[in-house]
């Protein structure tokens, strides 16, 4: 299935894309669905014709969770290529998102006034269908409800006033999520996806899923150790080689670019970046 969160008449309300057609469903978001025990049964229900998928706007992040964790450091061409260090991380290197952080698949950004260093990041999301808490990582994948694609937009600058990247990776509504949650059942193997950015057209990052450091079963399992994953929850697992900032020239985007962030099976978030007023 795949699933995402649209804007309607009175509010939002999660929906089911099949076949090219938006069928809304009787829960707000996707968040809220995930929460029914009978999520996947509720999901494959019948619901209220939207219309044609083609026309969503994808201004809604796929999904809004309360917790967003990230993965840094998580493709050895991203460690390599880091001005900051070379030796390949023992354990995942994480980092939350706050809620008003995330946007939609199409929305555009605004690039703030503050940074003068806002970069790309091509990712992986692992959304969680059942809690989970202390699963081994043979155990993971059974607490996964599906995939999205993620742009884990940066402002370098900010990102390096200290050793937490905490401020560098919050600027609100930075981070598009999406355009759907894809179950893992839609994929031949959701462990080996491609991945790509682009930017104007010119592709920046590429590389396969099944090159993280940390698989999408060992950051669950790690992440379950010290907290509950709860339905809904997102983890983002980690960008390639290839940002503006490892580039020699450091290409941070600018007034008018474009960048599309693509995974295979799921689908891109097409951001227009654009300056501040």
């Not at 990712?123 to 996964?144: C, F, K, P, Y």
């Not at 390096?160 to 759907?180: H, I, M, Y």
């Not at 600018?254 to 097409?270: A, F, L, M, P």
Request: net charge negative.
């Amino acid at each position: 299935m795949r699933l995402t969160t649209i804007a309607t008449e009175n509010g939002t309300s999660a929906a089911r894309i099949t076949d090219g057609t938006v069928v809304a469903l009787p829960y707000p978001n996707v968040v809220a669905l995930l929460g029914d025990p009978q999520w996947r049964t509720a999901a494959s229900s019948t619901g209220t014709d939207h219309g044609d998928a083609s026309a969503l706007e994808y201004n809604l992040p796929a999904v809004r969770p309360g917790k967003t964790m990230c993965c840094g450091l998580n493709y050895r061409s991203h460690v390599l290529e880091s001005r900051t260090r070379r030796e390949l991380p023992q354990y995942p290197t994480l980092f939350a998102k706050f809620p008003d952080t995330l946007t939609g698949a199409l929305s555009p950004i605004c690039l703030p006034h503050a940074s003068a260093m806002v970069d790309w990041e091509a990712e992986l999301g692992v959304v969680i269908g059942t809690a989970a808490r202390r699963v081994s990582a043979g155990q993971a994948l059974d607490h996964v409800a599906g995939l999205t694609a993620v742009n884990d937009v940066s402002m370098r600058d900010w990102q390096r006033r200290s050793s937490e990247w905490l401020q560098g990776k919050n600027f609100e509504a930075s981070t598009p999520v999406g355009p759907a949650l894809v179950t893992l059942d839609e994929f031949d193997d959701p462990l080996d996806l491609a991945i790509s950015c682009d930017v104007d057209g010119q592709t920046m990052q590429q590389a396969r899923t099944s090159e993280l450091l940390f698989s999408i079963a060992d950051l669950v399992s790690y992440a379950s150790t010290f907290t509950t994953l709860r339905p809904g929850d997102l983890i983002v697992t980690g960008t390639m080689s290839g940002v503006a900032s490892a580039r020699e020239d450091q290409p941070f985007l600018k007034d008018g670019q474009v960048v599309t962030v693509t995974i295979e099976g799921i689908g891109s978030c097409r951001t227009e970046f654009y300056a501040e007023a």
